[in-house]
């Protein structure tokens, strides 16, 4: 056999069965919240995990086998089930494989061929004017993070109601906001989130990454196709007033489906000098451009004290370049905030700001007290030479009026 050894929990060999045995082939598969189990028995010799799979049919860029036992014995066919009319035994082979589901690079590599056959452009994109450069330019921050499309906020039970329908109108229209404000200015590019629960859930079973069950809104395939629509959406409006930056950030409720999304618009925009998409498995990204250094991060990882004093350490060049404005930018919470600490020097201070959300207030938060914070979205302007100059919020009545 050439499974490995730490894998096959148990073979057997050459069992002998009496003329009772059952000597049909057949496959059975048994999917569950844990794992895949799948059972095997064949005349066919199949010495591998791999090898069942295959002939089962099981998807292997997402199931990985975690334990095989295999069994052979013998079996006597009857007169009736042999080509020679007579009697004859027969080695049947008896499989069982526990799968599970594969680690991170798997996923991703799944995600990027369903990408890559969904975004199969028969479409071209607008040209653009070449942008002059000005002097005093500026990046915008397009602050919209905690969408949890998908969420189901029922007025009656919450004070407010919040659907999937609800995410994408509140959605577009922060977009057109951001625009606006990239056409008033002098903008040099946009860096747009993606993540930060942008979706709700994290799987089929309508679930977050670490199995919490949520209220939810529809299908999960139809919560994918609306947030996949709404994104490239997004970074096609804004990609034709100034160069777009998306950058993956994985919230608590969507770590593997806004890779997804990443990933789609990676491929959507594949080889267009104007729009970027970095999905690089770094949870925390960091980006710094004349005197500002901005770290993004969901908020649920590292705490914010310790990202402050991760800054000059980890990221020592970005510090150096950067003494103007240093900035740490989460969401999480629902809820504006700002921390603010201050260093050695007075420029070598960190603000940290906790971005507010649009989302609505679903059963969970509103009986647990978090029901009061203002339903609003930002987008912060930042001078490259002088750091933060404006922060342009918006409140979900404001965009929906």
Same mark, same amino acid.
């Given at each position: 056999?050439?499974?490995?050894?730490?894998?096959?929990?148990?073979?057997?060999?050459?069992?002998?069965?009496?003329?009772?045995?059952?000597?049909?082939?057949?496959?059975?598969?048994?999917?569950?919240?844990?794992?895949?189990?799948?059972?095997?028995?064949?005349?066919?010799?199949?010495?591998?995990? @791999?090898?069942?799979?295959?002939?089962?049919?099981?998807?292997?860029?997402?199931?990985?086998?975690?334990?095989?036992?295999?069994?052979?014995?013998?079996?006597?066919?009857?007169?009736?089930?042999?080509?020679?009319?007579?009697?004859?035994?027969?080695?049947?082979?008896?499989?069982?494989?526990?799968?599970?589901?594969?680690?991170?690079?798997?996923?991703?590599?799944?995600?990027?061929?369903?990408?890559?056959?969904?975004?199969?452009?028969?479409? @071209?994109?607008?040209?653009?004017?070449?942008?002059?450069?000005?002097?005093?330019?500026?990046?915008?921050?397009?602050?919209?993070?905690?969408?949890?499309?998908?969420?189901?906020?029922?007025?009656?039970?919450?004070?407010?109601?919040?659907?999937?329908?609800?995410?994408?109108?509140?959605?577009?229209?922060?977009?057109?906001?951001?625009?606006?404000?990239?056409?008033?200015?002098?903008?040099?590019?946009?860096?747009?989130?993606?993540?930060?629960?942008?979706?709700?859930?994290?799987?089929?079973?309508?679930?977050?990454?670490?199995?919490?069950?949520?209220?939810?809104?529809?299908?999960?395939?139809?919560?994918?196709?609306?947030?996949?629509?709404?994104?490239?959406?997004?970074?096609?409006?804004?990609?034709?007033?100034?160069?777009?930056?998306?950058?993956?950030?994985?919230?608590?409720?969507?770590?593997?489906?806004?890779?997804?999304?990443?990933?789609?618009?990676?491929?959507?925009?594949?080889?267009? @000098?104007?729009?970027?998409?970095?999905?690089?498995?770094?949870?925390?990204?960091?980006?710094?451009?004349?005197?500002?250094?901005?770290?993004?991060?969901?908020?649920?990882?590292? @705490?914010?004290?310790?990202?402050?004093?991760?800054?000059?350490?980890?990221?020592?060049?970005?510090?150096?370049?950067?003494?103007?404005?240093?900035?740490?930018?989460?969401?999480?919470?629902?809820?504006?905030?700002?921390?603010?600490?201050?260093?050695?020097?007075?420029?070598?201070?960190?603000?940290?700001?906790?971005?507010?959300?649009?989302?609505?207030?679903?059963?969970?938060?509103?009986?647990?007290?978090?029901?009061?914070?203002?339903?609003?979205?930002?987008?912060?302007?930042?001078?490259?030479?002088?750091?933060?100059?404006?922060?342009?919020?918006?409140?979900?009545?404001?965009?929906?009026?």
């Amino acid at each position: 056999m050439s499974e490995p050894e730490s894998l096959v929990d148990e073979i057997v060999g050459d069992i002998p069965s009496n003329n009772t045995a059952d000597t049909s082939e057949n496959v059975l598969v048994d999917e569950s919240p844990d794992g895949l189990k799948v059972s095997i028995r064949t005349y066919k010799q199949i010495e591998t995990a @791999k090898a069942a799979l295959e002939h089962a049919g099981i998807d292997q860029v997402v199931w990985e086998p975690e334990r095989v036992r295999i069994n052979s014995y013998q079996v006597t066919l009857g007169a009736k089930s042999t080509d020679s009319g007579k009697p004859e035994k027969r080695q049947m082979i008896a499989i069982s494989v526990v799968c599970k589901r594969r680690f991170r690079d798997s996923i991703v590599d799944a995600i990027d061929e369903l990408a890559k056959r969904v975004h199969k452009r028969s479409y @071209k994109l607008p040209a653009i004017r070449k942008r002059k450069q000005k002097a005093d330019a500026s990046t915008l921050v397009v602050g919209l993070v905690d969408n949890h499309f998908g969420k189901l906020c029922w007025g009656p039970e919450v004070g407010s109601n919040y659907d999937l329908k609800l995410a994408a109108e509140l959605y577009a229209r922060a977009i057109r906001s951001s625009v606006e404000h990239c056409k008033a200015g002098n903008i040099t590019k946009a860096i747009l989130p993606i993540g930060n629960d942008f979706l709700h859930v994290d799987n089929r079973m309508l679930q977050t990454e670490q199995g919490t069950p949520q209220d939810f809104d529809g299908r999960f395939q139809k919560m994918l196709q609306v947030a996949e629509e709404a994104i490239v959406s997004a970074v096609s409006e804004l990609r034709a007033v100034c160069p777009v930056e998306c950058i993956h950030v994985p919230g608590n409720h969507d770590r593997t489906t806004s890779m997804l999304l990443a990933r789609c618009v990676h491929w959507a925009f594949h080889g267009d @000098k104007h729009v970027t998409v970095d999905t690089s498995p770094c949870p925390v990204k960091v980006r710094q451009f004349g005197e500002c250094m901005l770290l993004f991060a969901h908020g649920d990882g590292p @705490k914010i004290k310790h990202l402050i004093e991760m800054m000059p350490v980890k990221w020592a060049d970005e510090w150096a370049r950067s003494k103007r404005c240093r900035e740490i930018l989460t969401g999480h919470l629902h809820q504006e905030k700002r921390i603010e600490r201050i260093g050695t020097h007075e420029e070598a201070g960190v603000k940290a700001r906790i971005l507010p959300s649009l989302s609505g207030t679903d059963w969970w938060h509103f009986t647990s007290g978090y029901s009061l914070s203002q339903k609003a979205t930002q987008n912060l302007l930042y001078s490259h030479d002088y750091g933060m100059t404006a922060i342009y919020s918006e409140s979900a009545e404001q965009l929906l009026s």
